[in-house]
């Protein structure tokens, strides 16, 4: 019963929370077309803007601006659309996917060899998900679902249990909840260029948190199964590609300070 008092407080806070980051976030990005259409114009005048505060965009290019939300909802929808239809000179070379798979296959039987097999398939329990729930960071951004991080994170042991049976129930049907794999993008104005041109708009999409948190746990089993190559950065805590660019371009420049072929 308190649980469920607790949720459903938290949503109806959270919805409050969510209106308002909203409608700040829609203020900021709106200041930044507003800067970028000043300076095209050379400093003059003042910026045009859509009806009820939304801003115009273009189906393609040479395109009249559209500006109610459902013909800018279709045309981000058909731009985003167009991404995803990749031509087959921009797809991965034909063996791609084999190779993936096989590196997958060997680091799964080198895992098996030492022994990380059980690791990777045993049951969660409370203390592995409540240190993942720990590490969750607030003020994030909520999915349609409504739960924030702060609920999940702030739960206690209750909460706790509750995603740890639900994790367990994941992994005995391997599968994932289906609103897990649905996520909302959110179109973000990248402050320079045409602002009707989707083209010009950063996409982000918001993801499930208690999904995102059943990934955190999933990936911290590979961490501790899997060993990467030590140049490995990307992706991994306490590194940084701009370590090994930074190296790069320092050999780079001591090699040609020697007159050495690089």
Not at 106 to 123: I, N, R, T
Request: hydrophobic letters at 40%; aromatic letters at 4%.
């Amino acid at each position: 019963g308190g649980l469920a008092v607790g949720i459903g407080l938290a949503r109806e806070g959270n919805a409050v929370h969510r209106d308002a980051a909203r409608a700040q976030g829609f203020q900021c990005q709106q200041r930044m077309v507003d800067r970028a259409q000043r300076r095209a114009r050379g400093g003059g005048g003042a910026p045009a803007r859509a009806p009820c505060g939304r801003r115009p965009a273009r189906a393609a290019a040479g395109a009249t601006p559209v500006t109610d939300d459902a013909a800018i909802a279709a045309a981000f929808r058909e731009h985003y659309a167009a991404l995803a239809r990749a031509a087959p000179s921009e797809l991965p070379p034909s063996g791609h996917l084999q190779q993936v798979q096989r590196r997958v296959q060997d680091y799964a039987a080198a895992a098996a060899a030492a022994g990380a097999a059980d690791v990777l398939g045993a049951p969660f329990d409370e203390e592995e998900v409540s240190e993942a729930m720990r590490r969750l960071k607030n003020g994030r951004c909520v999915h349609d679902d409504g739960i924030p991080n702060e609920l999940i994170k702030y739960g206690g042991a209750p909460m706790a249990g509750l995603v740890c049976t639900l994790f367990n129930a994941m992994l005995d049907c391997e599968t994932v909840a289906s609103a897990w794999r649905r996520g909302n993008i959110v179109s973000l104005y990248k402050g320079g260029g045409d602002t009707t041109d989707p083209g010009n708009y950063r996409p982000i999409t918001l993801l499930s948190c208690i999904g995102k948190l059943f990934c955190r746990c999933i990936a911290d089993r590979l961490a501790r199964a899997v060993t990467l190559h030590e140049g490995q950065a990307g992706f991994r805590p306490d590194r940084s590609c701009i370590d090994h660019i930074h190296t790069l371009s320092d050999t780079i420049l001591q090699r040609a300070a020697r007159g050495e072929r690089t």
